[in-house]
């Protein structure tokens, strides 16, 4: 009879695309030639993307494989899970053993994040990852093919092992802030110390919260190290939240001064989780703005109460704009500022304000029709979905809808880009649409699923995976 081993190496690695991931483990310590002939498979499919955690175990699995002279090679793909240990965990568990761990790994993940050790051990890790692409930020787990269950980051199941409990994916709302500022600073402060360039950075929430401004903050002192990460960034996704308690050129700040720095982006996405539509609006206006001056350290001659000078980006190609309240003259400013590059166009989930007047159901119409009319040489392709107006209390969305009384999501691709825009706002029906009240479940639900268009690739835990090689 035929055994493994005889096999063609193809249909050996097509019967273990099969089996789960703990009979895979145990395929690959039957023996070292079984090893040594799926090794390649077997790297490609679990270390060129990986999830991990600030905490110290998962950091340091992933300084490790940055140490490890094949698996450095293949991770190109990491996302930082936004997992807090909370103090005050919701449910009982299962003897006082699980609760003391469960304890001591939320002081140890406070004492690594107060300490900056986690932002040593990223700089350690980035520093030998030499085919780096992407870092993403996420604040959910995404389903994976093998096993049917979610992707987790490194070490989270072994505490639910031990404990019984998963720690959150969002957190305590009175930490979010600090703690979302915090991660976001190490990760460039990591990448411009660890001197590692990547093509791409992206935050993915999808639970309500939001990176505040804080977290673009770029002090002088590690600024020689950041700026170069930045300068050579092509895509950067974010999901931020502007300040409403501040006048309007301090809502954004230090992330106007960080755009500034990415003078080199291809592709910009940006999700506003703010319910102030007059510091989206004033924030809008400011990346419609042309620059007047040429592009320096932003901090570097301004006071601070100077006006921060708007962004180039004059290689824009991509921009995805989703949940801004805004009035529609921010965003045609924008437009008609990346009209010569402008290869992409999104808009997902924005709103313009009505007072239930005549003629403010007519904005999105009119809307359209203005687009149509600004010189697009390069757009090709325009999604839109979700578009609403709001009422004064903010709680109430009015749908746009179209003759066939179907809400207004359209993709299109093609040279006729014009025809298309008019075409649509003859489409739309000007009088009251359709009255849809969100809950926080419809913002979670279709948030960045359908800003998302990454494919997934499978991302297993390898925290059971024990290699020599």
Same mark, same amino acid.
């Given at each position: 009879m035929t055994s493994l081993l005889d096999m063609p190496l193809e249909l050996l690695v097509q019967i273990s695309t099969y089996v789960t991931t703990p009979d895979l483990s145990a395929l690959r310590l039957t023996c070292k030639q079984l090893e040594r002939s799926l090794w390649e498979w077997f790297a490609d499919e679990f270390f060129v993307k990986k999830q991990f955690m600030i905490t110290h175990p998962s950091l340091q699995a992933l300084v490790d494989i940055s140490h490890h002279p094949s698996l450095s090679k293949?991770?190109?793909?990491i996302i930082i899970s936004t997992h807090v240990y909370t103090p005050h965990v919701t449910g009982s568990f299962r003897n006082q053993k699980a609760r003391d761990i469960y304890m001591r790994a939320s002081t140890d993940q406070e004492y690594l994040m107060k300490n900056g050790i986690h932002r040593e051990m990223l700089t350690e890790a980035f520093k030998s990852l030499e085919n780096l692409e992407t870092v993403d930020v996420r604040d959910f787990n995404a389903p994976r093919q093998r096993d049917g269950t979610d992707w987790k980051s490194w070490g989270v199941t072994t505490l639910y092992d031990l404990t019984g409990h998963f720690p959150s994916l969002h957190g305590v709302h009175s930490m979010n802030e600090a703690f979302?500022?915090?991660?976001?600073?190490?990760? !460039?402060?990591? +990448?411009?110390?660890? *001197?590692?360039? /990547? %093509?791409? !950075?992206?935050? +993915?929430?999808?639970? *309500?919260?939001? /990176? %505040?401004?804080?977290a673009f903050l770029q002090p002088g002192f590690v600024y020689p190290a950041i700026q170069p990460v930045l300068r050579e960034l092509k895509v950067l996704h974010l999901t931020v939240s502007l300040s409403a308690n501040q006048t309007a050129p301090e809502r954004s700040r230090h992330l106007r001064q960080f755009l500034i720095c990415t003078q080199n982006l291809t592709e910009l996405r940006l999700n506003f989780r703010t319910p102030d539509n007059a510091a989206n609006e004033d924030f809008l206006f400011w990346i419609g703005k042309s620059p007047t001056s040429p592009m320096q350290h932003p901090q570097s001659t301004q006071t601070v109460h100077d006006i921060v000078p708007p962004a180039a980006l004059s290689h824009l190609k991509t921009l995805e704009l989703g949940f801004a309240r805004t009035s529609p003259e921010p965003l045609l400013s924008a437009i008609k500022k990346f009209a010569p590059t402008l290869e992409k166009l999104s808009l997902w989930r924005i709103s313009f304000?009505?007072?239930d007047r005549p003629g403010d159901y007519a904005q999105w119409t009119q809307f359209f029709r203005d687009v149509s009319l600004i010189p697009l040489p390069a757009l090709s392709h325009l999604k839109l979905g979700g578009l609403s107006h709001y009422s004064p209390n903010g709680m109430i969305y009015h749908d746009v809808i179209g003759r066939d009384k179907t809400r207004i999501d359209r993709e299109y691709s093609g040279d006729d880009m014009s025809g298309?825009?008019?075409?649509?706002?003859d489409e739309i029906i000007v009088t009251p649409p359709v009255v849809r009240n969100y809950s926080a479940a419809d913002l979670e639900t279709d948030s960045d699923e359908e800003h998302d268009d990454e494919q997934d690739d499978e991302v297993?835990?390898?925290e059971d995976w024990s290699d020599s090689d």
């Open positions: 293949k991770l190109r793909y979302l500022a915090n991660l976001f600073s190490a990760l !460039f402060c990591s +990448l411009g110390l660890a *001197g590692r360039i /990547l %093509p791409r !950075f992206q935050v +993915l929430f999808r639970k *309500g919260i939001a /990176l %505040p401004d804080a304000p009505t007072q298309f825009l008019q075409a649509l706002a297993e835990d390898d």
